[in-house]
Antibody, heavy 126, light 108 residues
Framework: EVQLVESGGGLVQPGGSLRLSCAASGFTFRGYWIHWVRQVPGEGLVWVSR????????VYADSVKGRFTISRDNAMNTLYLQMNSLRAEDTAVYFC????????????????????WGEGTTVTVS | DIVLTQSPDTLSLSPGERATLSCRAS???????LAWYQQKPGQAPRLLIYGASRRATGIPDRFSGSGSGTDFTLTITRLEPEDFAVYHCQQYGISPGTFGQGSKVEVK
């Protein structure tokens, strides 16, 4: 079964740090982009960050740039989000999600839609 | 950034009825890179549609997506009890992609 399982959420004071993890199973983790998306309960989804398949390229939303760092360990099939200088507005449920991918005869193309999601981990900054 | 506006905010229908949800973009979405997700309370989103009209793996054919340019539609032909949920659209033509605010389909 294709699965993503987040962990590491919790309560932290403003200015503090937290590290989220996302354990993947059931698919070739090293072949996919992986994203972090967050959601304040009752509100919409907000894209946070993504890392490419080999971990060499990372992109961030402006709201977290310089404070959050996305990384991955393909040997451990795990994604991370290091969150520093946390603010009250970072309070949300954080989902990791696999990026969509299409593979043709000679190459694969990665997209910013998400075809597999974890159940999320809650971060509260207060 | 492309802004996506979904309508209506809430749609009240009975099981068996047809649901039509709209997603309008502030500018043309490249290559019709538009996705739809379903989310139930306390659960993660689930991909329904990508590329504006392609159903994701395992999605029943009562779900269909259409549209191009700036106007897109998700249609559920006959609502089943498990279809009452929030639906989100997302454009991914211009990275990193943005989501709409969501539309709730509730039981009338």
């Amino acid at each position: 079964e294709v699965q993503l399982v987040e962990s590491g959420g919790g309560l932290v004071q403003p200015g503090g740090s937290l590290r989220l993890s996302c354990a993947a199973s059931g698919f070739t983790f090293r072949g996919y982009w992986i994203h972090w998306v967050r959601q304040v309960p009752g509100e919409g989804l907000v894209w946070v960050s993504r890392v490419n398949a080999d971990g060499s390229d990372m992109v961030y939303a402006d709201s977290v740039k310089g404070r959050f760092t996305i990384s991955r360990d393909n040997a451990m099939n795990t994604l991370y989000l290091q969150m520093n200088s946390l603010r009250a507005e970072d309070t949300a449920v954080y989902f990791c999600a696999r990026g969509g991918r299409f593979c043709g005869s000679s190459s694969c193309y990665n997209y910013y839609y998400m075809d597999v999601w974890g159940e999320g981990t809650t971060v509260t900054v207060s | 950034d492309i802004v996506l506006t979904q309508s209506p905010d809430t749609l009240s229908l009975s099981p068996g009825e047809r649901a039509t949800l709209s997603c309008r973009a502030s500018q043309t979405i490249t290559s019709n890179y538009l996705a739809w997700y379903q989310q139930k309370p306390g659960q993660a989103p689930r991909l329904l549609i990508y590329g504006a009209s392609r159903r994701a793996t395992g999605i029943p054919d009562r779900f269909s997506g259409s549209g191009s340019g700036t106007d897109f539609t998700l249609t559920i032909t006959r609502l089943e009890p498990e279809d009452f949920a929030v639906y989100h659209c997302q454009q991914y033509g211009i990275s990193p992609g943005t989501f709409g605010q969501g539309s709730k389909v509730e039981v009338k």
